[in-house]
C-alpha cells in the first residue's frame, strides 16, 4: 500500500474569466476578450495572468462581466478599453 499522496500545487497564475454570453456581448465583451489577449501579446504576460473566455458567469447587466482569480473579484466593463486598467493593475 502507497502512503504517499498528491498535494495540488499552489499556482501563481492569475486567471481573468470573460463572460462570452449574450448580455456580455451587447456590452462588447469579445472586444473585452481581444484586448486583454492583445495586451497579453504585447507585454509577454503570459505568465502572469491567463485570459479565458467562459460561456457565462450569470451577473447579467451593466457591462461585460470579469472575474479575477484567485481574489474572485468581479468586475463589470462598460468600456472595452476599461480592460487595460484592469489588466495594468493586477499584472
Same mark, same amino acid.
Request: some cysteine; charged content about 30%.
Given at each position: 500500500?502507497? !502512503?504517499?499522496?498528491?498535494?495540488? @500545487? +499552489? #499556482?501563481?497564475?492569475k $486567471?481573468? !474569466?470573460?463572460? #462570452? ?8 465583451? $469579445?472586444?473585452?476578450?481581444?484586448l486583454?489577449? @492583445?495586451?497579453k $501579446? ?16 450569470? +451577473?447579467? =447587466?451593466?457591462?461585460?462581466?470579469? @472575474? ?7 468586475l !463589470?466593463? @462598460?468600456?472595452p478599453?476599461?480592460?487595460? =486598467? ?6
Amino acid at each position: 500500500m502507497n !502512503k504517499f499522496r498528491a498535494i495540488p @500545487r +499552489k #499556482t501563481s497564475t492569475k $486567471k481573468l !474569466k470573460v463572460c #462570452t454570453g449574450p448580455g456580455c456581448r451587447a456590452w462588447e465583451s $469579445k472586444k473585452v476578450l481581444d484586448l486583454c489577449w @492583445r495586451f497579453k $501579446k504585447r507585454t509577454n504576460g503570459a505568465e502572469a495572468v491567463q485570459v479565458i473566455p467562459v460561456r457565462c458567469l450569470n +451577473k447579467c =447587466g451593466g457591462g461585460a462581466v470579469v @472575474r479575477l482569480s484567485p481574489s474572485e473579484t468581479l468586475l !463589470k466593463l @462598460r468600456e472595452p478599453e476599461e480592460a487595460f =486598467g484592469v489588466l495594468n493593475q493586477n499584472c
